[in-house]
C-alpha cells in the first residue's frame, strides 16, 4: 500500500501563487490533482503520465496552474498561479499502482488506487 502526503496549501489572496507537492512512500504511475469545495462534486485539476510527462488540465485552470513529478523521489508537484477565489478547495494527490493498459494520463477519480488525506487551499478576494 502506497501512502501520499500532500502538502503545502494554506491562504493566499486573490493573484497569489501556491505549490502543492505530494511525496508518494512508493512507486506509482498515473497521477493526478483532485479537488472538492463544499457541496460541490471532486473534480480533477491535472494529471500526468509517468513516461511521457503528458499532461491534461481542466480548463477553468489551463495557463495558471502546473503539474509536474520526479519520479526519482517518487513526487508529485501543483504549481498554481494567479489564484481565484473560486480555486479555493480541498486539494487531494491520487496515483494509480499500475500503468492501466491504453490509458496515458486519466482524469477519472475511478481510476486512481490511492488517495492523499487532502490539503485546503482558500483563496481570497
Known amino acids: 500500500q502506497v501512502q501520499l502526503v500532500e502538502s503545502g496549501g494554506g491562504l493566499v489572496q486573490a493573484g497569489g501563487s501556491l505549490r502543492l507537492s505530494c511525496a508518494a512512500s512508493?512507486?506509482?504511475?498515473?497521477m493526478g490533482w483532485f479537488r472538492q469545495a463544499p457541496g460541490k462534486e471532486r473534480e480533477c485539476v491535472a494529471a500526468?503520465?509517468?513516461?511521457?510527462?503528458?499532461?491534461r488540465y481542466a480548463d477553468s485552470v489551463k495557463g495558471r496552474f502546473t503539474i509536474s513529478r520526479d519520479n526519482a523521489k517518487n513526487t508529485l508537484y501543483l504549481q498554481m498561479n494567479s489564484l481565484k477565489p473560486e480555486d479555493t478547495a480541498v486539494y487531494f494527490c491520487?496515483?494509480?499502482?499500475?500503468?492501466?493498459?491504453?490509458?496515458?494520463?486519466?482524469?477519472?477519480?475511478?481510476?486512481?488506487?490511492?488517495w492523499g488525506q487532502g490539503t485546503q487551499v482558500t483563496v481570497s478576494s
Open positions: 491520487a496515483a494509480t499502482k499500475s500503468s492501466p493498459l491504453g490509458v496515458v494520463v486519466s482524469t477519472t477519480p475511478d481510476v486512481y488506487d490511492y
Open positions: 512508493g512507486r506509482t504511475f498515473l
Open positions: 500526468i503520465s509517468f513516461f511521457t510527462r503528458t499532461t
